[in-house]
Nanobody
């Protein structure tokens, strides 16, 4: 497993942008597919985006397609989530997750092995 630490959350107005970062410990980051999930109060955790170990493959949840971009820098052990055109309904705690193995961008929460503590994103109307 890897240790994951998210950052970059905060308060932003609707229509604004934020970039989340997730730094992973360990030397095998490039062997992990990475993902972002979010959970709003009273709701289930939902898939946001994922990226394969190489960065060649990405997947997005329907609610964020065309607005969010996931990327990774294996030299920095970091995965990013660029969030544009934010809406109040994007308000949630955002979690970074890692799945061991050189797989294409996974979307199923239960297949991820490691999780960060989360970073709060609040979008005001």
């Amino acid at each position: 497993q890897v240790q994951l630490v998210e950052s970059g959350g905060g308060l932003v107005q609707a229509g604004g942008s934020l970039r989340l970062s997730c730094v992973a410990s360990g030397r095998t980051f490039s062997s992990y597919a990475m993902g972002w999930f979010r959970q709003a109060p009273g709701k289930e955790r939902e898939f946001v985006a994922s990226i394969s170990w190489s960065g060649a493959s990405t997947s997005y949840g329907d609610s964020v397609k065309g607005r969010f971009i996931i990327s990774r820098d294996n030299a920095k052990n970091t995965v990013y989530l660029q969030m544009n055109s934010l809406k109040p309904e994007d308000t949630a705690n955002y979690y970074c997750a890692a799945r061991a193995g050189r797989v294409v961008a996974p979307t199923t929460m239960t297949t991820f092995d490691s999780w960060g503590q989360g970073t709060q994103v609040t979008v005001s109307s």
